[in-house]
């Protein structure tokens, strides 16, 4: 055999052996969906509204400055992929409420790196622990909900609780109500205490400073006053738990999921405290 032919032999065999070895190696999975879901520049600046606030669409079109056609198309992408929730306003059925799911979003970074590689795979960072020195005031949050008898006493509480009392929270109401009974069951559960809070009408705080005031039903943020003190404005939009079911005891499991909800929506508000805001929410927003 010629020196050429056997060289010509060898490289042919180097390349079949090649091609053998590419093509019993699996084939790549395609990118998590994830991450072009979210990597499109108009929907990552939607995400970035609705982690500050729960908005309706009138609402992005406004602070996007873009048509609604293309707001709804882009929430309805996010809503598919499992980023974004919508429900129905409690003050005007013809409103929808826009929240970001935030814990989901976290499921699937965290996948979309673990997608890539085993050792990428990503690990949420615990809140900082608020340290209150001498020159460090505490930050204040008001929660607002139309009877102050379950949402709003049940967020004032669970942050209390989760931020070890290194924030300073407070609820009212602008139609007060008595306590409700399984709101203070549901808390019990969680080795809170609130049978001996008291309902209050959110004039009795219209003159105190806040850095956050955060309604939680709809119906009250048609009507929530500006505050002198000019606090970030937050909307949760959150179901009334006591409208779910005929009786007390039928409501329980609402009031369940009402106090979950609030646990992992105050859980990110922790992380968020430590920031400084980058903009406001006023009513001219809203």
């Known amino acids: ?47 970035r509204e609705l982690v500050h606030s729960d908005r309706a669409v009138w609402e992005l ?25 919508a429900r129905r306003s409690s003050a005007d059925r013809r409103d929808s409420y826009y929240a970001v799911d935030l814990a989901r979003c976290g499921e699937q970074l965290q996948a979309a790196g673990g997608a890539l590689h085993p050792a990428l795979w990503l690990v949420p960072k615990p809140p900082t622990p608020r340290s209150l020195g001498r020159s460090r005031r505490r930050p204040r949050i008001l929660f607002l909900c139309t009877g102050n008898s379950a949402r709003s006493q049940i967020a004032e509480a669970l942050l209390e609780q989760m ?19 399984q709101a203070v069951r549901v808390m019990k559960k969680r080795g809170i205490d609130i049978s001996a809070h008291r309902t209050k009408h959110l004039d009795e705080f219209l003159s105190q400073r806040f850095d956050f005031v ?10 929530c006053p500006e505050f002198p003190s000019h606090p970030d404005l937050v909307h949760w939009s959150v179901p009334d738990p006591a409208l779910e079911g005929p009786s007390d005891r039928a409501t329980l499991s609402a009031f369940e999921r009402t106090a979950g909800e609030l646990e992992t ?16 929410s006023t009513h001219a927003e809203q």
């Open 1 to 47: 055999m010629h020196q050429s032919s056997l060289i010509d032999w060898v490289w042919l065999g180097t390349v079949v052996l090649m091609e053998r070895t590419v093509r019993s190696r699996p084939a790549a999975d395609d990118a998590p969906r994830f991450l072009p879901l979210v990597a499109h520049p108009f929907r990552w600046r939607l995400l």
């Open 61 to 85: 079109t406004q602070l996007l400055g873009e048509r609604q056609s293309l707001v709804s198309y882009h929430l309805g992408q996010l809503r598919r992929g499992g980023l974004v929730r």
């Open 163 to 181: 931020s070890n009392r290194t924030i300073e929270a407070a609820s009212a109401g602008s139609n007060p109500k008595p306590l409700h009974a």
């Open 214 to 223: 955060i309604t939680l039903c709809d119906r009250v943020r048609e009507v």
């Open 265 to 280: 929506r105050i859980g990110f508000l922790l992380h968020l405290l430590d920031r400084p805001s980058t903009r406001r």
